[in-house]
């Protein structure tokens, strides 16, 4: 099932991607898009929105309705989410956000790097995350935030298959694992 709400999602980020690109709205979208994905990570209704089953198309639709005119959501934006709605797949717009980001970031020869962080980094921080990474990897680099405060200090980095992990709670872990053998 995974798989096919993974094929699903990429067929969904295909079409908005296409649409975007023949409205010259691929950073307006992105925009919006990046904007919904911190509020997944930050918002229990609006997960219980996309999710429910209880709810109907209906109130689905308004509710995503009513999400764009808050924050201000480019028109095709907010009319793909409409469409998500009404076709009862709103629940893969996580898988959908991650693919057209990839999709947008492969397009322009960029990497895309997961950055994980306790606390939410300001515009220094990002930028020097940004510059170290590119240095690394060797050309542009498009990096997507998150904040996981269960990581109590530290980040942790994904660049395609290779991750850095320098977060307080891994090294509480290997120090923890450590005593065991010592004790």
Do not use: H
């Not at 994980?116 to 020097?128: C, G, K, M, N, Y």
């Amino acid at each position: 099932m995974a798989s096919q709400s993974k094929g699903l999602a990429a067929r969904y980020a295909l079409a908005l991607y296409e649409l975007a690109d023949d409205q010259k709205a691929l950073d307006d979208v992105a925009g919006d898009l990046t904007s919904l994905r911190q509020l997944l990570a930050e918002s229990e209704e609006f997960v219980r929105l996309i999710r429910s089953p209880v709810l109907s198309r209906a109130d689905q639709t308004k509710g995503v309705a009513a999400l764009c005119d808050k924050f201000g959501a480019n028109p095709l934006t907010a009319k793909f989410l409409g469409v998500l709605a009404s076709n009862r797949r709103l629940f893969a717009l996580p898988g959908i956000i991650t693919a057209y980001l990839e999709e947008l970031a492969r397009r322009r020869g960029e990497v895309a790097a997961e950055v994980a962080s306790a606390v939410a980094l300001s515009e220094d921080e990002v930028q020097a995350v940004t510059d170290a990474l590119r240095k690394v990897v060797g050309q542009k680099v498009s990096v997507n935030l998150t904040v996981d405060p269960s990581l109590i200090g530290g980040l942790i980095v994904r660049v395609g298959s290779r991750m850095i992990d320098s977060s307080l709670r891994t090294k509480l872990q290997r120090l923890q694992f450590a005593m065991k053998g010592v004790g």
